[in-house]
């Protein structure tokens, strides 16, 4: 469910930052390239379905250009989710907090 979550996030924020950004309807190839690889490494990914929000992850699985790509995906639309998505940007924001809770209450740390 919360993989679900998370592909529906990534797919939202890159769409909406190509149509900000490359002034595109749809997404542009250098967009879906960067969405498929997304999808692709949140379906590969080591942690099965308990894993964390990638922005929370300590295994960085991305290449590099690929990594510094959604980061910049990230800090562009992020923010902007407020604004343009107010209720899933609450979400995610609620979960990013639990799962960190959680992970101190885990990791001691």
């Known amino acids: ?13 890159i769409r ?12 542009c190839g250098e967009c879906a390239a960067l969405y498929e690889y997304a999808l692709l490494r949140l ?15 300590k295994i960085r699985c991305y290449k590099p250009d690929m990594k ?18 107010p209720y899933a940007a609450i979400l995610h924001l609620l979960a990013i907090k639990k799962e960190r809770k959680n992970n101190k209450s885990i990791g001691g740390a």
């Open 68 to 85: 510094a790509a959604i980061a910049k995906v990230m800090r562009f639309s992020g923010p902007r989710m407020l604004f343009y998505h």
């Open 1 to 13: 469910m919360e993989r679900e979550k998370e592909k529906k996030t990534i797919e939202w924020m």
């Open 16 to 27: 909406f930052y190509c149509r900000k950004n490359h002034k595109s309807r749809e997404l």
């Open 43 to 57: 379906s590969r990914c080591p942690h099965g379905d308990g894993k964390p929000f990638c922005s929370n992850c």
